[in-house]
């Protein structure tokens, strides 16, 4: 069974640009939540999508949006890039319910913003 | 305060002991929590999943909740050099949405 695919795995961009990061979910998960992991943060949680539904969401800015799609795929956009958005991106996808609904993480973007 | 809360340390321990990594939260009405380990450079990947006050026994690992005291803690026997990583303590705050609040994570050092 394949795992989480994030797509790509490394990106290079400048301030003010934007950029979309791509997530694929384990087949059958309905669920995708995106984290951000900086080494002075740690790992902060952006938002999930359930059924191309946001169900929760973050303490980060507008700038932060996301999608899913019917087949459960996400997307995640970053618009107007700060050099404080360099970090690695996690995506983790679940089945979406249940009391130990197990997150399975992929093995991230990381994005450098110069 | 923090809604995660670990030691950052690094917490050093020879191969062959016991190493203990602990996690306290805010939230009382959290109902699961998860131990990940990182290794640098690496996304986090599952090791225990507890919901269920006591103890939950998997190989060399074992989970333990307390709930009235808000404490979570990882106990890792025979303790092996690969073994050193960073260790994330993660609560689910509300069954139903998937919000995990991560701690920033106990670095695990197993010297040989």
């Known amino acids: 069974k394949a795992g989480v695919t994030q797509t790509p795995r490394y990106l290079i961009k400048t301030r003010g640009q934007q950029v979309t990061l791509s997530c694929s979910p384990i087949?059958?998960?309905?669920?995708v939540s995106w984290y951000q992991q900086t080494p002075g943060q740690g790992l902060q949680f952006l938002f999930e999508?359930?059924?191309?539904?946001?169900?929760n969401k973050g303490n980060f800015p507008g700038r932060f949006s996301g999608r899913q799609f019917s087949n459960s795929r996400s997307e995640m956009n970053v618009s107007t890039l700060e050099l404080g958005d360099s970090a690695l991106y996690l995506c983790?996808?679940?089945?979406?319910?249940?009391?130990?609904?197990?997150?399975?993480f992929g093995a991230g973007t990381r994005l450098s913003v110069l | 305060q923090k809604e995660v809360e670990q030691n950052s340390g690094p917490l050093s321990v020879p191969e062959g002991a016991i190493a203990s990594l602990n996690c306290t939260y805010s939230?009382?009405?959290?109902?699961?929590f998860f131990w990940y380990r990182q290794y640098s450079g690496k996304s986090p990947e599952l090791i225990m999943s507890?919901?269920?006050?006591g103890d939950k026994e998997d190989g060399r690992f074992t989970a333990q909740l307390n709930k009235a005291s808000q404490y979570v803690s990882l106990l890792i026997r025979d303790s092996q050099p690969s073994d050193s990583a960073t260790y994330l303590c993660?609560?689910?705050?509300?069954?139903?949405?998937?919000?995990?609040?991560f701690g920033t994570g106990t670095r695990l050092l197993v010297s040989p």
């Open positions: 087949s059958g998960h309905r669920s």
């Open positions: 983790a996808s679940s089945l979406g319910e249940g009391l130990l609904n197990i997150q399975y």
């Open positions: 999508y359930f059924s191309e539904t946001q169900r």
């Open positions: 993660a609560v689910n705050m509300n069954t139903g949405f998937q919000k995990l609040v």
């Open positions: 939230d009382r009405v959290s109902q699961s």
């Open positions: 507890i919901y269920s006050n």
